[in-house]
């Protein structure tokens, strides 16, 4: 148990909708990545928030937008959905500690779009 | 984007036997981590690994963070069924916040 949770679990939207993803962070944490993970891939980077604050981009479209709360849960939006869009979304939970970061996974959300 | 290369692809093993997997990158990393993921649910951090030569252990895994800084491994000794799933490795650089993710080991037991 991480105590990241992400929600929802699953969620099926039609392409050129908009769909929101939410994500409360471990206790203590004060930073939350967001990555995307296509069916039999490894998780690749969206962004970071710190503060509240964009913190480091992956290659991704401006069509996916986030936003970090002060209690530092988080929010993925993506708008103008794409078949491709369909994957798992993962949330994760970190701090820095001395000598390095750990990032703790939530469950994730599984998008599909049609 | 940075690109780890995570070997072998999948492993089909007998119960009780060791496992070894490594994963190597063309850049260096300050910050190795080692995930296991159960299909449709997210990673869970298995080991952290944060100095060049780092050897650390969680019960029957092990882990190293390669001297140069640019490879780690992963061992299970004496593999047991809930070992099953996909097993990731991710670095991290000094000079980025995200963690690049390898392609995944998939590890199968056999009872």
Known sequence: ?114 | GQQLNQSPQSMFIQEGEDVSMNCTSSSIFNTWLWYKQDPGEGPVLLIALYKAGELTSNGRLTAQFGITRKDSFLNISASIPSDVGIYFCAGQSDTGNQFYFGTGTSLTVIP
Request: hydrophobic fraction near 30%; glycine fraction near 10%; charge should be negative.
């Open chain 1, 1 to 114: 148990e991480t105590g990241v949770t992400q929600s929802p679990t699953h969620l099926i939207k039609t392409r050129g909708q908009q769909v929101t993803l939410r994500c409360s962070s471990q206790s203590g944490h004060n930073t939350v990545s967001w990555y995307q993970q296509a069916l039999g891939q490894g998780p690749q980077f969206i962004f970071q928030y710190y503060r509240e604050e964009e913190n480091g981009r992956g290659n991704f479209p401006p069509r996916f937008s986030g936003l970090q709360f002060p209690n530092y849960s988080s929010e993925l939006n993506v708008n103008a959905l794409e078949l491709d869009d369909s994957a798992l979304y993962l949330c994760a939970s970190s701090t820095y500690l001395t000598g390095g970061t750990e990032a703790f996974f939530g469950q994730g959300t599984r998008l599909t779009v049609v």
